[in-house]
């Protein structure tokens, strides 16, 4: 069973910085996708980010490419997000999610695995 846990949200204000890491434990296979997503209450999750085992070859959403940066240490089974110039449309809760060897995704329902996740809220 994978069990993934966020951690780095917070307030910040528009064109700041931060990062959030997502600690996994559980059987790798299931973590071959590590992947971060983004939701505003009342709205569906949105795609933001995600990476194979590699973790060369991330893919963005249109709406922060080019301002965010996705990683991971598998030594440490850990995924980060780098946020770089931050904007007010960022504020959303943060979700890390997992899912076993397989193309990426940008559907939440192909993610089994899935962190409770973490607040970032960018004042203007």
């Known amino acids: 069973q994978v069990q993934l846990v966020e951690s780095g949200g917070g307030l910040v204000q528009a064109g700041d910085s931060l990062w959030l890491a997502c600690a996994a434990s559980?059987?790798?296979?299931?973590?071959?996708?590590m992947a971060w997503f983004r939701r505003v209450p009342g709205k569906e999750r949105e795609f933001v980010a995600a990476?194979?085992?590699?973790?060369?070859?991330?893919v963005y959403a249109d709406s922060v490419k080019g301002r965010f940066t996705m990683s991971r240490d598998n030594a440490k089974n850990t995924a980060y997000l780098q946020m770089n110039s931050l904007r007010p449309e960022d504020t959303a809760d943060y979700y890390c999610?997992?899912?076993?060897?397989?193309?990426?995704?940008?559907?939440?329902?192909?993610?089994?695995?899935w962190g409770p996740g973490t607040q970032v809220t960018v004042s203007s």
């Open positions: 999610a997992s899912k076993g060897f397989s193309k990426h995704s940008q559907s939440p329902s192909d993610y089994p695995y």
């Open positions: 559980g059987s790798t296979g299931d973590l071959y996708i």
């Open positions: 990476t194979s085992w590699s973790g060369v070859d991330p």
